[in-house]
């Protein structure tokens, strides 16, 4: 598994590395090939056995959405919760979404053991239990993913564009990306036999696409200072470009601007679509609650979604809030530049949230 998309079908593989103008790294491209060449035949019969026992969508229990702008304190709750019951994406199936019936099982212990200590863009552990976002599974089953601008950073917003917005993609593509979307959630749901719980902050710019493809989905929206997210995205990008990418990255490449164009765009498009929403299907919670009373936010979500269970998880949750507490969390710098950029181009969520205004930088 020389790189993410070493669990791909070969047919996306072969787009998504047709649309890149040349390949840099070479090594992990002939890794990649190896891998989705040398699964081709455990991926296709999978494909058949699988096919026959997955679930309509109708017949799935309704997903529960937790969404976000990246860096926003998803992944904490998301961890959380998925101690509460629910079906989630594992590391084996975000990988290898394709073969997780089959080949991920028999080479589990192998797979298991390439695992990082930590992510690299935050070091929060991870096990082989450790829920994980779908977008990894979506970018190797979909030539439609966020994560494509990020392995080939020459077209980087073009392609960032198309993953999150679906700019310049036809009617057809983006049926395509729901079959494939709605497809993965039916083998989740094959898999795991829970209520899937499922994090993703690309969706956070299309939930009323999500409702469409799930009637009854329940939402979860955690905002955090735009300030604070700002300053995490710069070394969100910086890692995973240095980690993933398969071209070199230009030095043109402007990724303040990129971040303060796709946070405006996004939340504006969440905010258009979830107007006049409410409980039992969505709530909305800050990550400072989820950060200093993380119980009592918990507890505010179930009794929103009018989820049950909380009485019997609540143990599991707080034996993990333990077990973490001695975790540093990164910190970041705000600079007066970071603090001027976000001020004047997220300055409406900062208002909408009721942050303070930002604090001018000392020095």
């Not at 200590?117 to 599974?137: C, H, K, L, W, Y």
């Not at 490449?253 to 969505?282: C, N």
Request: a negative charge; one cysteine or more.
């Amino acid at each position: 598994m020389a790189h993410p998309l070493s669990g791909a079908d070969i047919g996306t593989l072969r787009r998504v590395m047709g649309q890149a103008d040349r390949i840099d790294r070479r090594g992990r491209a002939l890794g990649i090939w190896a891998s989705v060449l040398g699964r081709l035949p455990f991926t296709t019969l999978e494909c058949i056995l699988a096919g026959r026992h997955l679930p309509k969508v109708e017949e799935m229990a309704p997903p529960i959405f937790i969404l976000g702008h990246w860096r926003s304190g998803t992944t904490h709750l998301y961890n959380i919760m998925s101690l509460g019951g629910f079906g989630y994406v594992s590391p084996l199936a975000a990988g290898l979404p394709w073969d997780m019936f089959g080949l991920a099982r028999v080479l589990r212990p192998l797979l298991e053991r390439q695992l990082p200590e930590g992510r690299f863009i935050d070091n929060i552990p991870v096990t082989p239990t450790s829920p994980q976002e779908d977008e990894i599974a979506i970018a190797n089953m979909s030539p439609l993913s966020f994560y494509h601008g990020i392995y080939f950073p020459r077209d980087f917003d073009r392609l960032i564009d198309r993953g999150l917005f679906f700019d310049g993609c036809s009617a057809g593509e983006i049926e395509g990306w729901e079959r494939r979307f709605t497809y993965l959630m039916r083998r989740l749901a094959l898999h795991q036999g829970k209520q899937p719980l499922i994090k993703n902050p690309v969706y956070t710019g299309r939930p009323a696409q999500l409702r469409r493809l799930f009637p009854g989905a329940k939402f979860i929206h955690v905002h955090r200072n735009p300030v604070d997210v700002f300053v995490s995205m710069q070394n969100f990008y910086s890692k995973l470009l240095d980690e993933m990418a398969l071209q070199d990255v230009p030095d043109n490449l402007d990724v303040d601007a990129t971040i303060l164009r796709v946070y405006a765009r996004m939340m504006a498009a969440f905010e258009e679509q979830t107007q006049g929403w409410g409980g039992p299907d969505f709530v909305e919670l800050p990550y400072d609650l989820l950060d200093r009373e993380p119980m009592s936010a918990l507890e505010q979500i179930y009794e929103g979604l009018a989820l049950p269970g909380f009485d019997e998880a609540a143990p599991r949750f707080q034996a993990y809030l333990d077990s973490i507490s001695g975790f540093q969390k990164n910190i970041f710098r705000r600079d007066q530049a970071a603090q001027d950029l976000v001020d004047r181009h997220l300055g409406h969520w900062v208002e909408k949230w009721g942050y303070p205004a930002p604090a001018r930088a000392q020095g």
